[in-house]
């Protein structure tokens, strides 16, 4: 099974920004994207992305804030996150194929008002 490693995460201000990576073990031709879980809620999609990264998805709340892409090679997709706010709190979670079929272990993203 393919492993998903996340990183980038951490604790930054409000209106700041933050650059979540996440590398696939393996290589896949397969579509990767982004959930999100915060304290007390079910887990949400965040963003999602093609093989061959021509195709993007976002949640209407992080439309114009935030943007998915791949690297190079293909294995690796990142998140942009700019503008941020406190709602945007919780753990992030790559993901891998729609539906997905493997996950991240996730990375915490704190943003303080």
Partial sequence: QVQLVE????????GGSLRLSCA?????????GW???????????????????????????VKGR???S???PKNTVYLQMNSLKPE???VYYCALGSPPTS????????VSS
């Fill in 70 to 72: 791949r690297g190079n």
């Fill in 103 to 110: 996950w991240g272990q996730g990375t915490q993203v704190t």
């Fill in 24 to 32: 696939a073990s393996a290589r896949t031709s397969r579509s990767m």
């Fill in 7 to 14: 990183s980038g995460g951490g604790l930054v201000q409000a």
């Fill in 66 to 68: 935030f943007t998915i």
């Fill in 35 to 61: 959930f999100r879980q915060a304290p007390g809620k079910e887990r949400e999609f965040v963003a999602a992305i093609s093989w061959s990264g021509t195709d993007t998805n976002y949640a209407d709340s």
């Fill in 88 to 90: 945007d709190t919780a």
